[in-house]
């Protein structure tokens, strides 16, 4: 079976990116080698005769060892919209089995695979599968990120209600400090422990945009859970 995990959010711009680097820099300082995968991106420019996305490439620069771009970033999409509003109106459809076989040639190479999911929990990829659709099938632990900011709560547990009853592992969340000083910050840290179900399995430092750079000693890894999960 394969190890790593998913990552999913509340919403788009949330800090899945900034989480999957986190992750995939916690899990290589445990000795393990890591790939990333963005399996669907929406929001690419055009770079030497194909469509390429800043997160991904990003994602390809963190792995362990080097990867084909195509199988980091199965489908990448010019258009900032919802995936399958951006694959229609180039005439394409994202495909599972595709993403599929991309996943398993990363995970024939490496300890373990850390996949970021676009959007929100159920954005559709396609007329009939979603977000959801796709973590079911990679049959990771799924990690949720919660952006730390007013109506995350709601937004939190709607989504973890949602991966429950799609049956995926659900191996916890992620909370990440979008901004420096949050009213009632500890309150809300325990009221999404309470709603969720368990405390974090880490918790991101406040950081500037553009400025994801060396693994953050500010960062809090819960290090056996994580690593509970990958044996799990």
Not at 140 to 167: D, F, K, W, Y
Request: charged content about 20%.
């Amino acid at each position: 079976m394969a190890k790593g995990f998913f990552i999913t959010g509340t919403d788009t711009g949330i800090g899945k990116t900034h989480a999957t680097l986190r992750l995939m820099q916690f899990l290589k300082a445990q000795g393990l080698s890591v790939v990333g995968m963005k399996p669907v991106a929406s929001g690419a420019s055009r770079v030497n005769g194909r469509w390429v996305n800043e997160d991904a490439l990003a994602l390809q620069r963190e792995s362990s060892i080097p990867v084909p771009y195509e199988w980091v970033n199965p489908f990448a999409f010019h258009l900032p919209v919802s995936p399958h509003i951006a694959a229609e109106v180039t005439g394409d459809i994202v495909k599972l089995d595709r993403i599929w076989r991309s996943f398993c040639r990363l995970s024939n190479l490496s300890d373990c695979v850390v996949v970021e999911g676009v959007g929100g929990w159920r954005v559709p990829l396609n007329a009939h599968e979603d977000v959801a659709d796709l973590a079911v099938m990679l049959k990771l632990p799924v990690l949720q990120v919660v952006g730390l900011r007013l109506g995350c709560i709601n937004h939190a547990r709607l989504t973890h209600e949602s991966m429950i009853g799609a049956g995926v592992n659900v191996g916890g969340w992620i909370a990440n400090w979008l901004v420096p000083d949050l009213l009632c910050g500890a309150e809300l840290m325990a009221s999404l422990s309470h709603g969720l179900g368990q405390e974090a399995v880490a918790e991101l430092a406040f950081q500037l945009p553009g400025e994801d750079g060396p693994f953050s000693r500010n960062d809090h890894w819960n290090r056996n859970e994580i690593l509970r999960l990958m044996a799990a």
